[in-house]
């Protein structure tokens, strides 16, 4: 069965986010930075709580508080004033402005106005740098607005001069848990490495005493500005396109070779990134990682009987599907659907090059998909279970079989933030998830309850 064609135009249930949310949530990877949102009101409390709900932590975004004069008369005395004020109260380093649908469409000319305030404060002390990004929230996703953001931090800040010895990585939108064992890995490797953006810390911190406006963590700007510097640059996204990531940048203005990789989930993803941190640091697969691989083998071989066969529809970020198209593959779980919001064009490609060798028949992949189109293809695709956020319950509600929550956004589960994705660890974790779950399944469904497998 392939995708119907619809009779009808508009997205009905929307399976991506807005561009400026990706934004506001790169921006608060990065050291002593508050996100921005040129716009209404309206926008920002919905991100806030949206985000809130996922992470479990607080979370500010400013806004310039557009009203329906502004959209006639434009919205540049607001941005200003919004700048000042967020300048006094929070005492940030960086300013990260992302546009919305209402500035985006009545055409404000958001750079023309960051240049006239930097020209009116000049002199003034403890005013904060300033990054903008264009972020439409008709067009694209929030994965666009994520990596838009990171590669304007990168445009504005990062400088060349002499070489250092730094890793630049840049793994795209993942779990708070994923960016910290990704520091675990490169430090474990005896790597100095820039991870942009750092979100490990400061949307998944302890609990304070009091309360911090701007919470510690996130990449350090100076180290930002350093990454123009580094020897070699990692950047995980099977679908990004060149000119839509930060390390493309870095390579076009200061020649620093870009490794793109795609996420590194299930073993053999997780090879390729692994070999190639043990040729820049010319040193063997510490010992510890080691290990992790062959328990995560022996794992395989022990579940193999409980998952082999079982079909799954996967949806979600498009390089977090292929990661996941990777993963249930090498497990034995057959994908029938891969299904992204996004429109790469790159999806079908990426997915194919993880499970072409794998799979005796490659799953139906489409992009620009809704929620609609997923629960009107489920059925005669008679999935065994579904892989991706919590906006996938209600189909598999509507089935009764298991939804395996992972990616962004979760908000009917707690730690959200803490579920693990990448390396060997993060496979060994959703494989024990994934185990179980069909393994619950069948117990539930036994007409003897059997407690003994």
Known sequence: MGKKTPDFISTTNACKLCRPL????????????????????????????????????????????????????????????????????????????????????????????????????????????????????????????????????????????????????????????????????????????????????????????????????????????????????????????????????LTERFGIINHRLGLPMGIRETDRFFSLLAELSGRPMPAKYRDERGRLVDAYVDGHKYVFGRRAIIYGEEDLVVGLCALLAEMGIRPVLCASGGTSGRLAEGVAAVSGDILAEQPQVHEGMDFFEISDMAEELAPDLIVGHSKGYPLARRLDIPLIRVGFPIHDRVGGQRILHLGYRGAQQLFDTVTNALIARKQDESPVGYSYM
């Open 22 to 249: 990706g934004a506001c949530l790169a921006f608060k990877g990065m050291e002593g930075t508050v996100p921005y949102l040129h716009g209404s009101q309206g926008c920002a409390t919905y991100m806030r709580r949206y985000i809130i709900s996922h992470y479990n932590e607080p979370i500010d975004i400013a806004s310039s508080s557009l009203s329906e004069k502004h959209a006639v008369y434009g919205g540049g005395p607001n941005l200003k004033l919004g700048l000042t004020n967020v300048a006094k109260k929070y005492r940030p380093q960086m300013i990260g402005i992302a546009t919305t649908c209402l500035t985006e469409t009545i055409g404000d000319d958001v750079a023309m106005y960051l240049e006239e305030y930097r020209r009116d404060t000049e002199g003034s002390v403890g005013l904060p740098d300033l990054v903008h990004v264009a972020t439409p929230s008709y067009a694209g996703t929030h994965m666009e607005g994520f990596h838009g953001a990171v590669r304007q931090v990168l445009a504005r800040k990062a400088e060349g001069g002499p070489g250092n010895r730094t890793i630049n990585l840049l793994p795209g939108f993942v779990s708070s848990a994923d960016y910290r064992y990704l520091k675990e890995i490169m430090a474990d490797f005896g790597l100095d490495c820039t991870m942009l953006p750092d979100l490990s810390e400061t949307m998944d911190g302890p609990a304070r005493l009091e309360y911090e406006k701007i919470p510690a963590g996130g990449t350090p700007l100076a180290a930002i500005g350093a990454m123009g510097r580094a020897r070699a640059t990692i950047e995980f996204g099977r679908t990004l396109g060149e000119q839509e990531g930060g390390g493309s940048l």
